[in-house]
């Protein structure tokens, strides 16, 4: 696929993600949902992952880890399905968390936060998503997920 193809693919999985957010957020079980400010980021998240893979400054082995986050986003077979909707999509957030500290870690924060598209800061989001990490997903699946994503 070409870059531009890619770019296409790419924005048109975030429109449809951020439809999809918005459309149940505009319901009455969306409104009442305890976790809504963190599926609100989850395509901001998305956005964030697809440009640090195409980043100069940021490095080949962390680049795996940003594509492999970015097909478990994409994936709608992962450790909590899609179509579980909304806890299918908490746990792309935590996974995008827990990859974005890293990427951090490794680089810098200006290098995350120059694509950061979000309200609050990217490492205050990152800080409270994964601060809330086990009480969204269950700490004995957050567990798995942060064994698949360790290097």
Request: overall charge negative; proline content about 4%; some cysteine.
């Amino acid at each position: 696929m070409d870059e531009q193809a890619e770019n296409k693919t790419n924005y048109d999985f975030y429109q449809s993600l951020r439809k999809k957010v918005d459309d149940y957020l505009n319901t009455e079980e969306g409104r009442k949902y305890k976790f809504a400010e963190f599926l609100l980021i989850a395509p901001d998240l998305f956005h964030l992952l697809i440009k640090l893979t195409m980043d100069k400054e940021v490095p080949v082995s962390d680049k795996a880890c940003l594509a492999a986050a970015v097909a478990y986003y994409i994936s709608p077979f992962d450790l909590i399905p899609d179509f579980l909707f909304p806890l299918g999509l908490i746990d792309d957030v935590a996974v995008a968390a827990f990859v974005l500290n890293r990427i951090i870690n490794n680089t810098s924060p200006e290098v995350v936060g120059k694509y950061w598209a979000g309200n609050e800061s990217i490492l205050e989001t990152i800080k409270k998503v994964l601060q809330k990490a086990d009480e969204l997903i269950g700490s004995g699946l957050w567990k798995k997920i942060k064994k698949m994503f360790e290097q």
